[in-house]
């Protein structure tokens, strides 16, 4: 399955991956999750990227996009005490917050 057929019909994408030519590599192009994103979709990164890298889609995206990277690592993650900080507008992150949160 490619990054667009994943995103499409979606009404949130997650995306989680290394580094930033890891995030440009799954969102843009052909098969990339913007190709397959819906208008009113939220797009929601939560790789440790850079602001570049996260200002670049917002302005190259047609849908919402919030940068959410994660802190706790792998001890965090398998004890249940991971921290999302959420960058955003607010319309955007009140619409995906119970699903951050859960």
């Known amino acids: 399955m490619t990054p667009r057929e994943a995103a499409e019909g979606a009404d ?6 290394g580094n930033d030519d890891d995030l440009r590599s799954v ?6 999750v913007l190709a397959g994103c ?13 602001a570049n890298v996260a200002r670049e889609i917002t302005q190259k995206s047609h849908v919402a996009f919030l940068d959410a990277p994660v802190s706790g690592g792998q001890a965090g993650a ?3 005490v991971l921290t999302v900080m959420v960058g955003g507008d607010q319309e955007s992150f009140d619409a995906v917050r119970p699903v951050i949160m859960s």
């Open 12 to 17: 949130f994408v997650f995306m989680c991956v």
């Open 27 to 32: 969102v843009y192009g052909d098969d990339g």
């Open 38 to 50: 819906k208008q009113g979709a939220i797009l929601v990164d939560h790789t440790t990227a850079s």
């Open 78 to 80: 398998e004890n249940g």
